[in-house]
Each structure stands twice: as C-alpha cells, then as structure tokens.
C-alpha cells in the first residue's frame, strides 16, 4: 500500500507538473484535516510521510495524568510510560493514531481535500508556467466553442480564445491546431486565465520574428506596426547593419519568407516599409500600394498634404479609408490626400486670387495718380523756390 501510495504521488507530479514534495505536503494538509475531523480541533496532531517508503506516521500531542477524563486529549501516566518510562504527571507525549480507526467520513474528507490541494497547485504550477510567457506565439488545439470563445489546449494548460479575436474569415474546428499570441495572463478567483489573440498587431510582430533569422538576431528591427486584422497590416523595418537592406530580409527570395506569414494569415496583406526620421520620405511610403506625386509638410502641426494621380486616389485612400488610416497610425501624422486634378483647381484658383489681388493693387496706384499728378505738384514747387 506504501509503494501504491509513492507510486501514485510520482505518476501525479509528472503528469500535472507539481513537485513530489507538494503533494506530499497537500496529502499530509489532507489527512490532518480527516483527522482533526474525527477526533476533534483540540488536540495538536503531527503527521509525516517518509518521501522513499511511503510510511505514514500520525500521533496527537497528549498530557499525562493520572485518571484520563478526556480520552482525546489525555492519556494515563501507565501508558504514557509504554512509550516513554521518563515520563511524569503533566508532561505531554505523543500518542499514536491508526489509519485503521479512519471511518468513511474522515477517509472522504481526505479525499476531498487532497484533490482541491492538488487542483489549487496544479493551477499555481500552470501560472508560473505561462507568466512570463506573455507576448509570445503558441501553438495549441481547439478543444471546444461556448459562448463566443474558444477553449485551447496548450499541453496541460487550457487557454481562451475569444471569437472577436480570431481572424474575419476563419472558423476554428475542434482537434485543429493553430498558433496565437499570448495576450494576458492573469489571476482570477477561478484560477489562472491565459487569453489568447489572433488580432493582435504583435501577433503579425511575432510571426515575422519567428519566420525572419535577421529579425530573430536583431539585425533587423520592427520600429512600428499597425494593423487592421483580417485586411492589412503596415510594418516599419530599418537595420542595424548597413550590409543587410531590411525590406529584402523579410519578403525573402521571391516572396518566400513574407509569403508563409500571408498564409498564417488567411491571406492578410502586409506592406514592409523602410523605417526612415525624415516624413517626407516615409509617409510617400506608408502610403503603399499607392504611388505619390508630391508631398507637402507643415511641421508644427504635424500634417502633410499628399497629392496623387487621380488614378491612385481610391488607392491611396483604400477601402473605407483602410489605407491612409493605417498609414497615419503608423507614421503619427495627419495625412490629407488629393488627386493632381484637384491639387491643379487649388493652383488654379490661388494664381487667380493673387492676379485679381495685383490688379486692385495696381488700380488702386492709378487711381491716386489721377487725384495728386506728381508733375503738377513739383511745378509749382518749384514756381515758389522762384
């Protein structure tokens, strides 16, 4: 029954990965709340269980006297003398408990209990196991749907996948396994919860670190991503070292590497963009796919007017204003967008307000010659010098 007992704690411990010791302090908590359970709250009751045998020792703390009035907490100076003979009236002595004197009670208590220790430990094991793990990629497999959420199992861990956080265009099924980004973990008065993400701009960050070695070494860095799930996903890169050029790394020979990203995806499209502190340079950029024709800048505002062909205007606006919202996220400036017809009205209609303001200006100089003609002024001035 011993060997039964050990055997039994080490299976639970590789299994659940909680330490041997653990439970073997949970069953000891265990069986002294059995114990305390049959015999009473009074008397102080120790128990150990030898970790290589599996022996299991309980005793409760008794005071000698001479004629026992509670057995519980009392024990007679004869067969105190059986255990120890230096004993005398008033000292205490430790008197043995049998497992055998357990009634059914007591054995369900200890039952129960261990099982809640046991439960309680595994879900401490499972928190520090995924603690620190937040903001990383796993792979897991749906075990279920309810309620707008997704159960995951991630080895002994399971972890929660809001629908709302997986992409437009999938539905998982049950036994499939996909990769997520770790969200959150968090203590509830449930236990542990792991909250996953498939919507998360760092999910696509992940991935990219995962999939591309020069960003795995640092070589090449992500300065900033912005993402609108399911439809597109914008990404600065700059590098390092000036030997490796950043946008090629990540797309790969002939797409390649940016190609098993898109597939993770659903086919979500992604524009790699050369990070660069000068935004006349970069906002041309985040504007992809469209191509810019020019680009003016008010610095203290930090607004730009971008002009681009009246083809490349629905282009650049994208989708709802999917493209140029996504772009002033990445870049952090107001862009305004404007096809050349409209830029060339703009023109149009500024050299006509400065010609009209010239020829007020230029009838307003006429009409004071008329009224004071410097000749006549300075004739007679000069008839009075005479």
Known sequence: MNRELIHIIEQMSKERGIPKE??????????LSAVRKKYGLTPEINIKIDEASGEISISALK???????NPREEISLNDARKTDPSKEIGDTVES???LENFGRIAAQTAKQVLFQRVREAEKEAIFEEYKDKAGQIVSGVVIRKEKGTYFIALGRAEALLPVKS??????????????????????????PV????RTH????AELFRMEIPEIYEDLVIIKDIVREAGDRTKLTVYSNNPMVDPVGACVGMKGTRVQSIVRELKGERIDIIPWTDDPRVLIP??????TVESIGINEEEKSAMVVVSDQQLSI???????????AMKLTGWDIDIISETEYNKMRKGEIETQLEELQEESQMNEAGTEENPAGEGQASEDERQD
């Open 285 to 290: 950029k985040a504007l992809s796919p469209a």
């Open 96 to 98: 043995p408990i049998s």
């Open 166 to 191: 997986t992409l437009p265009t999938e539905t998982l099924k049950r036994g499939e396994t996909i990769r997520t980004y770790i969200e959150e973990v968090k203590i509830t008065p449930k236990g």
């Open 194 to 197: 792991i909250l996953l993400s």
């Open 22 to 31: 653990s439970i073997l302090g949970t069953l000891e908590s265990a069986l």
């Open 316 to 326: 650049a606006i994208g989708k709802k204003g999917q493209n140029v919202r996504l």
């Open 63 to 69: 005071k000698v006297v001479r004629e026992v009035e």
């Open 201 to 204: 701009p760092n999910f696509v």
